[in-house]
């Protein structure tokens, strides 16, 4: 089956480290987005990539970063210099199409202690 | 700049009503605009979208939109709910001017449907 996969699903960290999430698509797409959410506030853009090896920052790319080795893997890092980085986040992909639909995965649940 | 306006935080609902979950837009363009349901701790999945054409549009579930272009609005509908259908209703607007597909959210409705 074609989709999205985001790991891990609950993630726990400390203040002050920085922590990887894990975003994969199968689904051949060229598009890879992350966007962050939080409660009452929707889905907001932290990153997307249009195609291999280049990539933009969002409205809220501040304290995150990216890479897009890979056209099916898209690792959000959450830096310590995020200054509220309790959310939910979620990855999305699509073909970059404008008229197409962007799939999501199931998101991470990232909570600092 | 687009925004999305959600203006029902939370909609309680009995089984087997009608429902309308209200979405306004501003934009000084024609956009794009999309309806996403998402289920507790899960993604967004795609109810429907409108790209241009018949301004009723069908989705999955048995949910349709009508997309009013005077009003700014994109109202979503159901005429009869399942407890299923419980889960958190977010509506998106893209610019198709846009080199990339950046959607644009609104803050959520919640539908609750109790039997």
């Known amino acids: 089956d074609g989709g999205i996969t985001q790991s891990p699903k609950y993630l726990f960290r400390k203040e002050g480290q920085n922590v990887t999430l894990s975003c994969e698509q199968n689904?051949?797409?060229?598009?890879m987005y992350w966007y962050r959410q939080d409660p009452g506030q929707g889905l907001r853009l932290i990153y997307y990539?249009?195609?291999?090896?280049?990539?933009q920052k969002g409205d809220i790319a501040e304290g995150y970063s990216v890479s897009r080795e890979k056209k099916e893997s898209f690792p959000l890092t959450v830096t310590s210099a995020q200054k509220n980085p309790t959310a939910f986040y979620l990855c999305?992909?699509?073909?970059?199409?404008?008229?197409?639909?962007?799939?999501f995965g199931p998101g991470t649940r990232l909570t600092v202690l | 700049a687009q925004s999305v306006t959600q203006l029902d935080s939370q909609v309680p609902v009995f089984e087997e009503a009608p429902v309308e979950l209200r979405c306004n837009y501003s934009?000084?363009?024609?956009?794009?605009l999309f309806w996403y349901v998402q289920y507790p701790n899960q993604g967004l999945q795609l109810l429907l979208k409108?790209?241009?054409?018949?301004?009723l549009v069908k989705g999955i579930n048995g949910f349709e939109a009508e997309f009013n272009k005077s009003q700014t609005s994109f109202h979503l509908r159901k005429p009869s709910v399942h407890i299923s259908d419980t889960a958190e209703y977010f509506c998106?607007?893209?610019?198709?001017?846009?080199?990339?597909?950046?959607?644009?959210f609104g803050t959520g409705t919640r539908l609750l449907v109790s039997p």
């Open positions: 689904l051949n797409h060229d598009a």
């Open positions: 990539s249009q195609i291999v090896n280049d990539f």
């Open positions: 409108y790209l241009s054409g018949s301004t």
């Open positions: 998106a607007v893209s610019d198709p001017r846009a080199g990339f597909q950046k959607l644009v």
């Open positions: 934009s000084s363009v024609s956009v794009y």
């Open positions: 999305a992909s699509d073909q970059g199409n404008l008229r197409n639909e962007q799939f």
